[in-house]
């Protein structure tokens, strides 16, 4: 686990070079003064060192609304290099300052980083939609409403209630900067190819309190048990709240940015008796909740294979009663199970 992370200016520092800094630092100062281009003081080799210069600043700088980060050129004139900045509408920020206060009032008794961080995380997931239209249109150089494009920034998120996984990650990381908790954001792919972000997070009062935290994933599984009203049964799940590097990489995630994040014991399911590396305790669980609960959602790894679990969870439950409506099963090892029958609700 790294010990000497800086995250004022995270990306800034740990990616870029002397050139790239430069650039940087034009782009964000021009940004703040709303500057519809900015020179270059320093000779660049190629617009790749733009391109890795302006995804810094995004994601060191979650507070930044107003920019199209996607949409932008180089050109030369008289002045020197000149990088053409795209902007949006102005954010209404009183918008923004009112989840802020929401969020800071409903966290305030809370004693410990991580009921903190997982308040905020349950508070996104459960009021923000996975935009699929929105990242279609992106792959398919479509966007243009501005609306679109807020769902990349922390204001689709925040006021419009959708976002894509830039949009979850930037706002969850300006929400726990907004009650002293640390978080940067780490680019990754996602089913091998497929760009993607997170969060990790610094839980201050944990021992090795750097975990992951993946909201896109968790925000994934939202719609997966309807009662006829549309409302969420399960509203939320936490398959990739506080969870390590390995974790990660078994949900499909990969990414040469990982921190090093090595505590099992942080996940979700870990932290609410969810977890089992025996069937037998897993046995213990289901019969002991089998009269109390509809569904099931835990965590296994241990002998058995994910599907050889899946399937005998299954059968248990079936024994007390619970009908079985959907599963996921992860590789080889790890496995979250839900069970249950739309019409006992």
């Known amino acids: 686990m790294e010990n000497d992370i800086i995250v004022r200016n995270y990306r800034k520092n740990r990616f870029l070079n002397a050139v790239q800094q430069s650039i940087y630092d034009s782009i964000y100062l021009s940004i703040n003064s709303r500057r519809p281009n900015c020179v270059i003081p ?46 949006i509408r102005t954010p209404e920020q009183s918008k ?29 997931v459960e009021n923000v ?44 990381n300006y929400l726990l900067s907004q009650i002293g908790i640390d978080a940067v954001t780490i680019l990754a ?10 969060s990790a997070i610094h839980l201050k009062d944990e021992e090795n309190g750097w975990i992951n935290v993946d909201l896109t994933i ?4 939202e719609n997966i048990f309807f009662d006829r009203g549309k409302k969420r049964i399960y509203p939320f799940f936490h398959f990739a709240f506080g969870v390590s590097d390995e974790r990660m990489r078994d949900l499909d995630v990969s990414s040469n940015e990982f921190l090093g994040c090595d505590n099992e014991n ?19 669980y289901i019969n002991d909740m089998s009269g109390r609960k509809k569904i099931f959602i835990f965590e296994y790894k241990g002998n058995y294979k994910a599907k050889e ?37």
């Open 189 to 198: 792919n996602e089913d091998k190819n497929v760009p993607h972000c997170f």
């Open 42 to 87: 320093v000779d660049f080799q190629s617009f790749a060192d733009i391109e890795v210069a302006m995804t810094a600043v995004k994601y060191d700088h979650p507070e930044i609304m107003n920019v199209n980060f996607n949409n932008f050129n180089a050109s030369i004139d008289v002045r020197g290099r000149i990088i053409n900045l795209s902007y």
């Open 266 to 284: 942080l996940s979700y399911y870990y932290q609410n008796n969810l977890f089992f590396n025996q069937f037998p305790k897993l046995r213990r």
């Open 309 to 345: 679990m899946a399937i005998m969870a299954s059968k248990l439950l079936y024994e007390h009663g619970i009908n079985i409506e959907s599963n996921y099963y992860f590789f080889d090892r790890y496995f979250c199970f839900m069970g249950g029958t739309l019409n006992e609700f």
């Open 129 to 172: 939609s996975y935009d699929y239209a929105v990242l279609k249109k992106a792959n398919d150089g479509e966007i243009t409403s501005e609306e679109d494009l807020e769902c990349f920034s922390i204001y689709g998120p925040l006021v419009h209630h959708r976002a894509v996984c830039s949009g979850f990650t930037l706002a969850y």
């Open 96 to 124: 923004i300052n009112e989840v802020v206060n929401y969020i800071k009032e409903k966290t305030s008794s809370l004693k410990k980083d991580y009921d903190k961080a997982l308040f905020i995380h349950d508070y996104l």
């Open 218 to 221: 968790d925000s994934k599984k």
